[in-house]
């Protein structure tokens, strides 16, 4: 059974940062992509970070690159998003998932709000 568990989310300034934590069970991360996503309300869900095996390498969506960070904890199996320079068009319910493609989600996550002041 696989289980993702994501946590981190609360309420900043704009400018400010926040770390999400998704603690996955059911599979080493290791082995498959870790994607994280995000919500808004009357919109699709985005993808906007993705980090892949073994080798660790990282994929962003142009709306985050440069300001998010990905990073896995093969240890604790979890799967880190460190979010820098946040801006209100961050304001989303954040999930995160095994697989990065929304179309090909093996498991997800529950959400995590975020919201950014403005």
């Known amino acids: 059974d696989v289980q993702l568990q994501a946590s981190g989310g609360g309420t900043v300034q704009t400018g400010g940062s926040l770390r999400l934590s998704c603690a996955v069970s059911?599979?080493?991360?290791?082995?498959?992509?870790i994607g994280w996503f995000r919500q808004v309300p009357e919109k699709e869900r985005e993808a906007i970070s993705c980090i892949t095996g073994e080798d660790g390498n990282t994929d962003y969506a142009p709306s985050v690159k440069g300001r998010f960070t990905t990073t896995a904890d093969s240890a604790k199996n979890t799967v880190y998003l460190q979010m820098n320079s946040l801006k209100p068009e961050d304001t989303a319910l954040y999930y995160c998932?095994?697989?990065?493609?929304?179309?090909?989600?093996?498991?997800w996550g529950q959400g995590t709000q975020v919201t950014v002041s403005s």
């Open positions: 998932a095994v697989g990065c493609n929304t179309y090909a989600i093996l498991s």
């Open positions: 059911g599979v080493t991360v290791d082995h498959f992509g």
